[in-house]
C-alpha cells in the first residue's frame, strides 16, 4: 500500500547527522515513478536550487514523475559539515530510504549533478534505483576517493563539450572502463553549467527517459 507523498512541500527529514531539508513536487497525473536530485558541490555554491538541478526537476516533472530535491548535510536547513563525498552519499541514502517508504511501488530514480553526480552513482551501489541520469558528474575530480563505482542499472550521461570542470575527457576514460556502456548526449559548445542551454538540456533529458517512465 503506497503512504501519502506529501506533494509541493518543505519538509525536515531525519538524517544520518541531523535533519535534511527537502523539496517535494507532483504532478498533476503523477506516475508511479520518482525522481531524486543531487546538487553540486557546496563548496561552489551547489544547493537544491541549482539552475541544472531545477531543470532536471522540471524535465521529470512535466513527463509525470514526481520529483525530490534535497540539500546535503551543512547546506540551507540541512544539518551537518560537508565531508566531500562520504558523508553526502549517506544523505543521499537516506533520501532514497525515506521514498522508498511513502512509495513503496514507484520505480525510483537517481539523478545528479556535477559532484551531485558523483554521488548518486556512490549512493546507486547501494541502493536498489531504477535508472541514474547524471548531468556532467564529477568522475575523475575527487581521485582521493576512488574511482566511482561501475553503474548496476541504466545510465544517461548529458555532458557539455567544453565543460572545463568536469572535463568530456575525463568522463570518456571513465566510460571506456566500464563493462556496460551508458548512453550519452554530447553538447557542443556547451560549458558546466549549461548557460543558455538548459531547454536544450531539458529537451534532451525528456527525450531520452519519456518513453521509460512507468505508468501507473
Not at 535534511?20 to 531524486?36: K, N, R
Not at 539552475?51 to 536547513?77: E, I, M, P
Not at 556512490?122 to 553503474?151: N, Q, S
Not at 556496460?180 to 536544450?200: A, W
Request: net charge negative.
Amino acid at each position: 500500500m503506497t503512504v501519502d507523498f506529501p506533494c509541493n512541500s518543505p519538509l525536515l527529514l531525519p538524517g544520518p547527522v541531523g535533519a535534511l531539508e527537502v523539496l517535494t513536487a507532483c504532478p498533476v497525473d503523477p506516475l508511479a515513478t520518482t525522481a531524486i536530485i543531487c546538487h553540486p558541490n557546496s563548496r561552489d555554491g551547489g544547493t537544491m536550487h541549482n539552475k541544472v538541478v531545477h531543470t532536471l526537476a522540471r524535465a521529470f516533472g512535466d513527463l509525470g514523475a514526481r520529483t525530490v530535491r534535497f540539500n546535503f548535510r551543512g547546506v540551507g536547513a540541512s544539518v551537518g559539515e560537508y565531508t566531500q563525498g562520504p558523508g553526502e552519499t549517506e544523505d543521499a541514502l537516506a533520501v532514497l530510504a525515506w521514498v522508498r517508504s511513502v512509495r513503496p511501488n514507484d520505480e525510483i530514480w537517481l539523478a545528479g549533478f556535477s559532484f551531485g553526480g558523483f554521488v548518486a552513482l556512490c549512493a546507486a551501489e547501494r541502493f536498489p534505483v531504477t535508472r541514474l541520469i547524471l548531468v556532467a558528474p564529477a568522475v575523475g575530480v575527487y581521485r582521493e576517493l576512488g574511482p566511482p563505482p561501475e553503474p548496476r542499472v541504466p545510465l544517461l550521461i548529458l555532458q557539455g563539450e567544453e565543460d572545463d570542470i568536469t572535463p568530456a575527457a575525463d568522463l570518456k576514460k571513465w566510460i571506456d572502463r566500464l563493462e556496460s556502456k551508458p548512453t550519452v548526449r554530447e553538447f557542443p559548445e556547451v560549458g558546466h553549467f549549461f548557460h543558455g542551454r538548459l531547454n536544450d538540456l531539458r529537451v534532451a533529458v525528456q527525450e531520452e527517459i519519456g518513453p521509460q517512465l512507468r505508468r501507473e
